[in-house]
T-cell receptor
Framework: EVQLVESGGGLVQPGRSLRLSCTAS????????MIWFRQAPGKGLEWVSV??????????EYAASVKGRFTVARDDSKSIAYLQMNSLKTEDTAIYYC???????????WGQGTLITVSS | DIQMTQSPSSLSASVGDRVTITCRAS??????LAWFQQKPGKAPKSLIY???TLQSGVPSKFSGSGSGTDFTLTISSLQPEDFATYYC?????????FGQGTKVEV
């Protein structure tokens, strides 16, 4: 059974850092790009970042709102994707979700999300 | 950035109704479009990718169509469990972008 579980969320002060994890099971992790989305309270969905698999050089893409502050990484030996979030801002407050994308289908499984609250 | 515009923003419907939601891209995105359903307090659920391909396990009352800039999601016969918010998302080019959502309510 495919499962994605996000962890690492919590309350953090503006300017501080936090690292999220997305732990995968039930599929060959290395064959998939891993994607992060987020959703601010009461708002719509926003794409954050993607990291491709080793076959595609583990290349990354970022939304403009997080570029230069967030870094996505993966450890295929542990089946974990990470989102390192630095210089956090209040507007980063959101539920962060991870999902996967292979050749097809895309975005078929999602984690339950982890809440990040950036507040002093 | 590609802007995704959904309409309507909300709609009232009854059980058994046929519901259609439209999504328009500000430029052509081929068929690189996904539809998601989200219920309050829950993670999004993927319904359709590549504009018209149903995810495994998604009932056939859901269907998607379109290519280029204009897309539709249709629910053929609305059931109580279908009352939710629906989002379209383009993945043709970065940054990937979502529509603002369509809330389907009673």
């Amino acid at each position: 059974e495919v499962q994605l579980v996000e962890s690492g969320g919590g309350l953090v002060q503006p300017g501080r850092s936090l690292r999220l994890s997305c732990t995968a099971s039930g599929f060959t992790f290395g064959d998939y790009a891993m994607i992060w989305f987020r959703q601010a309270p009461g708002k719509g969905l926003e794409w954050v970042s993607v990291i491709r698999g080793k076959a595609y050089g583990e290349t990354t893409e970022y939304a403009a709102s997080v570029k230069g502050r967030f870094t996505v990484a993966r450890d295929d030996s542990k089946s974990i994707a990470y989102l390192q979030m630095n210089s956090l801002k209040t507007e980063d407050t959101a539920i962060y979700y991870c999902t996967r994308a292979g050749l097809a289908p895309y975005f078929d499984y999602w984690g339950q999300g982890t809440l990040i609250t950036v507040s002093s | 950035d590609i802007q995704m515009t959904q309409s309507p923003s909300s709609l009232s419907a009854s059980v058994g109704d046929r519901v259609t939601i439209t999504c328009r891209a500000s430029q052509g995105i081929r068929n690189s479009l996904a539809w998601f359903q989200q219920k309050p307090g829950k993670a999004p659920k993927s319904l359709i990718y590549d504009a018209s391909t149903l995810q495994s396990g998604v009932p056939s009352k859901f269907s998607g169509s379109g290519s280029g800039t204009d897309f539709t999601l249709t629910i053929s016969s609305l059931q109580p469990e279908d009352f939710a918010t629906y989002y379209c998302q383009q993945y043709n080019s970065y940054p990937w972008t979502f529509g603002q959502g369509t809330k389907v309510e009673v």
